[in-house]
């Protein structure tokens, strides 16, 4: 067991959490950024990088290619992809996390052969590739699936396509796009990803010579350049921690004002939000402040993908719901195992039930198939402190956090190191908000150990 697997959150809850926090930048943009890079022949500066874990691995992917990633200053990257010299990247020892699939279309540009290793991240569901290896298929590469990776392959330049994405994936868009800006001729993808992340490499591409083209009804027309350059680009505000912060402001009945957030990346949660009896207020461009307006309405959310309720947002606004006034219900749609969390809330006090049917009428991915489809939330329940409660997954880990900090009573969480992976600097930014939580070293059972080895970030 590493070091870092014996350090644990102790948080004394039960008190309002009050002050301001800055978002740092997405996670789920920084590292695509980071990938992105790789496609111009000169160096990309990238500000306002997260000190998160997922941005280690990322860096220590596009370093083990060749390209030069180095830390110009706080939270600024510059990216050299004109040193790189390889395309197989080594199967790592342990770990993971969602780039490598990226990096295979990325790298076909520039290689003939590109091997990666298999892709991480939460075990929140199967979360299959073959969208992504279909799409390197359809413009003319081909791949290989082994036990541990794959590997694609061209004979010619990469030509465009006319992909039709069975589901709007995220990643599967990002893969699209990586293939088409640089691909010969003009591609379409339809029923592409809409998420803030994705206009945001959009925006990146464009200003490295891309030439995309948007329009109503989730289609992309991509005119394939001859290269592209690098470009400067900052990472935008994280809107899952956003939505986190909100969460834990009015679940514990405090006031948290939240900067360096771009309201629009919200979607519906700040409706969603106010529903359940949450008050916002504008305070600039990027600033909210979110509390407890009213006594909390229990509600029905059903996850869904841009603009609806992120799968990502699910687990922080489970636990606001143990705090409303009646039963709430949440339907998952996006992932087939994302309420592993739920059980341990329970040792809180929360109460909870997990279904296998669909309550809610959104298209579910996995409709009619048996899986825990649905949880029904009975609020509202005093939460109390616990001193066993181990990290499933990234996101779980944060509403960890925060049903720990309305707990009464001094809970330890276990299992951070993946939290960590995702979230940066979390002890002193809360801190700063009047949240009793330390670091502390702890033992960890044989039990803990087993279950940690199996979750990796998002
Ligand atoms: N899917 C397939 N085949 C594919 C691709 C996706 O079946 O080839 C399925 C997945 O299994 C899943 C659904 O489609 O059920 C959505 O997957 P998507 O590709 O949209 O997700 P992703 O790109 O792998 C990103 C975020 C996730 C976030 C989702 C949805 C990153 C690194 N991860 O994942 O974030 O939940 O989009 O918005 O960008 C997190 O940050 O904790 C996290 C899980």
Not at 132 to 150: K, M, N, S
Not at 220 to 249: C, N, P, Q, Y
Request: aromatic letters at 6%; glycine letters at 10%; one cysteine or more.
């Amino acid at each position: 067991m590493s070091d870092q697997q014996n350090i644990a959150y102790r948080i004394e809850g039960g008190y309002p959490v009050n002050g301001e926090i800055t978002c740092l930048g997405a996670k789920n943009f920084a590292i695509k950024a980071m990938v992105t890079a790789l496609l111009g022949d000169s160096p990309t500066t990238l500000t306002n990088v997260p000190a998160i874990g997922d941005v280690d691995i990322t860096a220590e992917l596009l370093a083990s290619v060749g390209a030069t990633v180095t830390r110009t200053a706080q939270n600024t990257l510059t990216i050299d992809p004109t040193t790189m010299n390889t395309s197989i990247i080594p199967i790592p020892h342990s770990g993971g996390n969602r780039a490598p699939i990226l990096l295979l279309s990325t790298l076909l540009h520039h290689f003939e052969t590109v091997s990666v290793p298999v892709v991480g991240g939460c075990q929140i569901g199967a979360r299959s590739v073959d969208y992504h290896l279909d799409a390197i298929r359809q413009f003319g590469g081909i791949v290989d699936e082994t036990g541990d990776g794959y590997v694609a392959h061209k004979v010619e330049h990469l030509k465009a396509a006319h992909i039709h994405l069975p589901y709007p994936s995220v990643g599967a868009t990002e893969t699209c796009l990586f293939l088409s800006v640089l691909a010969e001729g003009r591609t379409v993808i339809s029923n592409a990803a809409i998420e803030p992340e994705i206009f945001e490499l959009i925006t990146m591409l464009r200003s490295m010579g891309a030439i995309i083209f948007t329009s109503p009804g989730r289609k992309i027309r991509i005119d394939g350049a001859k290269h592209l350059t690098g470009t400067r680009m900052e990472v935008f505000g994280d809107r899952i921690e956003a939505a986190s912060w909100a969460a834990l402001a009015c679940a514990s009945d405090g006031n948290v004002t939240v900067h360096g957030i771009r309201p629009d990346t919200l979607g519906n949660f700040l409706s969603y939000f106010q529903k359940v009896g949450g008050g916002i207020e504008l305070k600039g461009p990027n600033s909210i402040r979110f509390f407890r307006k009213e006594t909390l309405r229990p509600t029905i959310i059903e996850t869904d993908v841009f603009p609806g309720f992120s799968t990502d947002w699910q687990q922080p606004f489970a636990v606001l719901l143990t705090q409303a006034d009646g039963t709430s219900i949440i339907h998952e749609t996006v992932y087939e195992k994302r309420f592993g969390y739920l059980k341990d809330l329970e040792t809180l006090g929360a109460r909870t039930q997990v279904v296998t049917h669909c309550l809610g009428d959104a298209d579910c991915r996995y409709r009619d198939r048996n899986y825990d489809h649905s949880a029904i939330i009975m609020g509202p329940t005093p939460l109390t402190a616990t001193d066993s409660i181990t990290i499933p997954d990234l996101r779980a880990g944060l509403a960890y956090v925060i049903a720990a900090a309305i707990a009464h009573g001094t809970s330890t969480i276990k299992g951070i190191h993946y939290l960590e992976r995702g979230y940066g600097n979390i002890v002193p930014r809360l801190v700063e908000m009047n949240l009793k939580i330390e670091r502390v070293t702890v033992e960890q059972d044989s039990l803990d150990t087993e279950r940690e080895m199996k979750t990796i970030d998002g």
